[in-house]
């Protein structure tokens, strides 16, 4: 099974622009501090119910972004795979030291 950052890759370009379109233009749910104050957390359940994420106004500017946990576990995992693939192109670069953790904070401290 491929990874999702993998299965990212071998999309085509209109594809991606697909996604990335999507993403930009799509509205997010504005919920007001009052409307939290007032309902709670019903205000999430029904600002959740056709989106992943909505942001918490605080004075008319957004503060605060709230999601599902099945959206924040897929970001996560997103980030993971960012993380793998960047540390992989490192290592196939040859961007990695083999020396003890002693002399590496000591190399960095000394540039």
Not at 7 to 18: D, G, K, S, V, W
Not at 49 to 76: C, D, W
């Amino acid at each position: 099974m491929l990874s999702v950052l993998s299965r990212l890759l071998y999309l085509t370009p209109h594809a991606l622009n697909h996604i990335v379109n999507r993403t930009i233009y799509q509205v997010t749910q504005m919920i007001t501090a009052n409307d939290l104050k007032t309902k709670g957390i019903a205000c999430f359940e029904e600002s959740l119910a056709n989106q992943p994420e909505a942001v918490i106004t605080v004075r008319g500017k957004g503060s605060f972004v709230v999601m599902k946990i099945e959206h924040y576990h897929y970001l996560r995992e997103m980030e993971l795979e960012a993380a793998l693939y960047e540390a992989q192109q490192d290592i196939a670069a040859g961007r990695f030291s083999t020396v003890n953790v002693e002399q590496h904070v000591s190399d960095l401290f000394a540039e």
